[in-house]
């Protein structure tokens, strides 16, 4: 069974233009969690998506946006984008809503000049 | 300040050492879970729990809800140990997910 997927892998993008990234979840798995991980820290949660609704969202300013498409694929958008953007997006997908275990994606490191 | 807090924030230890490293939060949870992150970024769930303790292979994670605090212990440890670990808690309220720093372990041969 293919596990979570992302895409890009790698992506560059110059201050104040517009990122779009993608993740499919495993089979089965009905919610998508994003998380940034800036360059020597531990992950920061963006956003939870379970049956295409939002279920949690963390402390980040409204240029992030994201959606969840009937197949459970979900995106992540970045629009304006600053220096400070620039660290490796991280995408887990789940059964269910909350108490279970997250599988993630080997995620996308974008790098803002 | 951090919801999570981990110790120590590096760690080199000789093969065959057990090791433990600490996780301590401050917000009310629901599960805790334990991560391994390899360079490169690929993250690995290790352990997700609640209460008590669970055992895989030579790894072993503990919890206590009264004193908001676990520990993850590698025994006998191996070169392929070698990553970064990651405590995340996901809060029993407005559903966040909290993570530690990480705790970059290794092990020489």
């Known amino acids: 069974d293919a596990g979570v997927t992302q895409s890009p892998t790698h992506l560059i993008k110059t201050r104040g233009q517009q990122v779009t990234l993608r993740c499919s979840p495993i089979?089965?798995?009905?919610?998508v969690s994003w998380y940034q991980q800036v360059l020597g820290q531990g992950p920061q949660f963006i956003f939870q998506?379970?049956?295409?609704?939002?279920?949690g969202r963390g402390n980040f300013p409204d240029r992030f946006s994201a959606r969840q498409f009937p197949n459970y694929s979900s995106e992540l958008n970045v629009n304006a984008l600053l220096l400070g953007d620039s660290a490796l997006y991280l995408c887990?997908?789940?059964?269910?809503?909350?108490?279970?275990?997250?599988?993630f994606g080997p995620g996308t490191r974008l790098t803002v000049l | 300040k951090n919801e999570v807090e981990q110790s120590p924030q590096n760690l080199t230890a000789q093969e065959g050492e057990f090791i433990t490293i600490n996780c301590s939060y401050s917000v009310g949870i629901s599960a805790l879970h334990w991560l391994q992150q390899h360079p490169g970024g690929g993250i690995v769930s290790l352990f997700m729990l609640s209460s008590g303790k669970k055992k895989h292979g030579r790894l072993i994670a503990t919890i206590n809800i009264q004193e908001k605090h676990s520990s993850l212990h590698i025994t006998a440890s191996h070169p392929r140990d070698s990553a970064v670990y990651i405590c995340?808690?996901?809060?029993?309220?407005?559903?966040?997910?909290?993570f530690g720093t990480g705790t970059s372990l290794t092990v020489i041969p």
């Open positions: 089979s089965g798995h009905k919610s």
């Open positions: 995340a808690v996901r809060s029993n309220t407005g559903n966040q997910f909290y």
């Open positions: 998506y379970y049956e295409k609704e939002e279920r």
């Open positions: 887990a997908s789940m059964t269910g809503a909350t108490y279970n275990e997250q599988f």
